[in-house]
């Protein structure tokens, strides 16, 4: 490997280098810094998030600039508010030498006519997300017509939030004969055409494959039903004790909730979505950097711009829509050379996707089976013994070892030991002792059950949910034409409204539109949910059927008496996206452990009491599993 001091940088760049602790270049960095360096010419550079892209361009934009020159001669577009204000850091740290170069942040939820004033004092180089910068040259407020470079960072994480439009007015005012450096870890169709129409025969580098994942990523999934999610995503974080995660969600709502539950249990977590203010947004993230959330639940669009190295683990609590996405979510782990591992929690229907997602990241999925109450005991156990193992001794104890010794007085070195552990160890052996395995032995039963249920169905119209035991019959219109068997529709129906293995049942598809029951207790549920729902632009509309046998092949025969959108029953190109997590009003909170129960959050319908255990909360074993505080108690947790 090349060090640094043969790429071509000046002194004071590599001085700064050292004071940082920088050993060796990083791939992308070896072959951007000397084509940069070299030549005034157009860069492509693809190569995964956390492979040190920002100094792969930093130094060399750095050395490049005139400081005794107040014009803005460089100006680097992020996505985002967070990674605007990182990149700024990253840049004034490697000018730390440079006398005279000033290095300015702009990014929306500040003071624009602060932000006006400092690029007017003299700012060498800009810093900006997409829309502020626009907002500020058509309000005059700064003149980018005659820079040097133009650097698109996170290329396609622009694009992908809808910055297109303004990042091509941006370009618009730049000079044709400045230098545009584009760094992204996708190559999607929209990256192409900025580079087409504003670059000129750019040199292009690529760091791994195009598109493909990390190579220090190890990609997992693990096989649940719908309504186990949050239990499989608690096993997870207990069999891996010293997490340090981002855990992915779809929707603002999954993950405000998935985060209140997680702090309610115990872990320190905190959420991160659209919904928060900035000032939030600044306290959730200042506290993941410092470790003092581990669990950090997100939406992809709140996390753009999330640059810790130290991530251990990306948990998809629900996979995107797009395998783009995918890949930026895993890129959030095994950074800087260090391991990490990416899990998702999926449905067997979604099996698909992960088929889908190997051949476009060029990455092996691994196969999991979801951790054992037990399993997760010995871990814990022994991560116990090693953390009293490693303990320094407090020296202010010893004020107190007389006493102790007193009290422990004819308890043998054996038995104190076991004691010891025993404090710790109880809690989790009490939680998982009797815990169901959430593997799908017992779901595979239970759908095949199903099947033969269905099917009788459909010829007799007896049964217990046509008409009289009060279960409810609706209408959905979706159907075959839109990719959907009768198991794959429940599954969708059941993870959307967040329902257990039994809550859908007499599932029907036609070719257009559909059928199926569930007990009356989830009809409010079902119907706010899909009050406007849309996938891939569409209503997915579902109306309680005045039919209750449900049988006939068209919306004929009664009308119905739902509420929402109508919508057509058939309608091509829709396909099967889970919208998993959603909670209409009106269900119960079945995924929420009891603390008398020795079982998971759904294996009980109803809360139950909360008389066992131990009171003291505490988030022992490196996060305990189980509600150990009372309700409302936040510990470490940020919303």
């Not at 959050?601 to 003291?616: C, L, P, T, V, Y």
Request: net charge neutral.
């Amino acid at each position: 490997m090349t060090p640094f001091s043969e790429l071509g940088l000046q002194e004071s760049l590599l001085k700064a280098i050292q004071d940082l602790g920088f050993e060796n270049p990083s791939e992308v960095q070896e072959k951007a810094i000397p084509i940069l360096l070299a030549d005034h010419i157009d860069l492509v550079a693809l190569a995964q998030t956390g492979t040190g892209k920002t100094a792969a361009f930093g130094f060399p934009l750095i050395q490049r600039i005139d400081p005794t020159s107040k014009t803005t001669q460089g100006l680097i577009l992020s996505p985002t508010r967070e990674l605007c204000l990182q990149i700024t850091k990253e840049i004034q740290a490697y000018s730390k030498y440079e006398r005279g170069l000033n290095t300015v942040a702009i990014y929306g939820g500040a003071s624009i006519q602060d932000q006006a004033r400092q690029i007017q004092r003299g700012a060498q180089i800009v810093v900006a997300t997409p829309g502020r910068m626009k907002d500020m040259i058509n309000r005059g407020m700064v003149d980018i017509s005659k820079i040097d470079y133009c650097i698109l960072d996170e290329a396609d994480e622009m694009l992908n939030m809808g910055f297109f439009e303004d990042i091509k007015d941006i370009l618009s005012n730049t000079p044709k004969e400045n230098a545009t450096w584009l760094f992204s870890a996708t190559m999607p169709k929209e990256v192409a055409i900025i580079a087409k129409k504003f670059m000129n025969s750019p040199q292009e580098i690529t760091v791994g494959t195009k598109n493909s994942g990390a190579t220090t990523v190890q990609h997992e999934y693990y096989v649940a039903g719908g309504r186990d999610r949050y239990p499989v995503l608690k096993r997870l974080a207990d069999t891996n004790p010293d997490i340090f995660s981002v855990i992915f969600c779809r929707t603002k709502r999954d993950t405000q909730k998935v985060a209140e539950n997680l702090i309610e249990d115990g872990y320190n977590a905190g959420a991160l979505h659209g919904d928060l203010s900035q000032n939030q947004r600044d306290l959730v993230m200042n506290a993941f950097r410092k470790k003092q959330i581990q669990m950090l639940v997100a939406t992809d669009v709140a996390a753009r711009g999330i640059d810790v190295d130290d991530i251990t683990h990306v948990i998809n609590y629900q996979l995107p829509d797009e395998i783009e996405t995918y890949n930026h979510r895993s890129g959030r782990t095994g950074r800087a050379g260090k391991s990490g591992t990416s899990m998702v929690i999926i449905t067997r229907s979604e099996m698909r996707k992960i088929k889908a997602i190997e051949n476009k990241i060029q990455k092996k999925f691994i196969a999991k089976p979801i951790p054992t109450g037990m399993e997760i005991c010995e871990i814990q156990l022994y991560h116990l013994v090693n953390k009293i193992k490693d303990t320094e001794v407090n020296s202010d104890v010893e004020n107190y070892l007389p006493t102790i010794n007193e009290m422990l007085e004819g308890i043998d070195k054996e038995t104190l030991v076991q004691k010891i552990v025993s404090v710790e160890f109880g809690r989790f052996f009490n939680y998982y002792n009797k815990a169901k395995d959430l593997n799908s032995n017992d779901r595979d039963r239970g759908e095949r059950g199903e099947r033969r249920d269905s099917g009788s169905s459909r010829e007799s119209g007896a049964s217990r949910s046509f008409g009289g035991d009060g279960s409810t019959r609706y209408f959905i219109n979706i159907g075959e034409k839109d990719g959907y068997d009768w198991m794959s529709l429940k599954d969708f129906l059941r993870d959307t409204v967040n329902l257990g293995k039994d809550d859908i049942f007499k599932v029907d598809v036609k070719e257009s539109f559909s059928f199926f029951n569930s007990e009356a207790n989830v009809e409010e549920a079902i119907l706010s949910t899909f009050k406007d729902l849309k996938v891939d632009g569409r209503f997915v509309n579902v109306e309680v059927s005045n039919n209750p046998i449900g049988g006939g092949s068209s919306r004929g025969g009664g009308g119905f008496k739902g509420r929402g959108r109508s919508g057509s029953g058939g309608g091509g190109g829709f396909r099967n996206k889970e919208r998993g997590g959603y909670k209409g009003g009106g269900s119960s909170r079945s995924d929420r452990p009891s603390r008398s129960s020795s079982s998971d959050r759904s294996d009980s319908g109803r809360r139950g009491s909360r008389d066992g255990g131990s009171r003291d909360g505490g988030k022992s074993f490196g996060g305990s599993p189980f509600s150990e505080n009372k309700k409302g108690k936040r510990r470490n947790g940020f919303m």
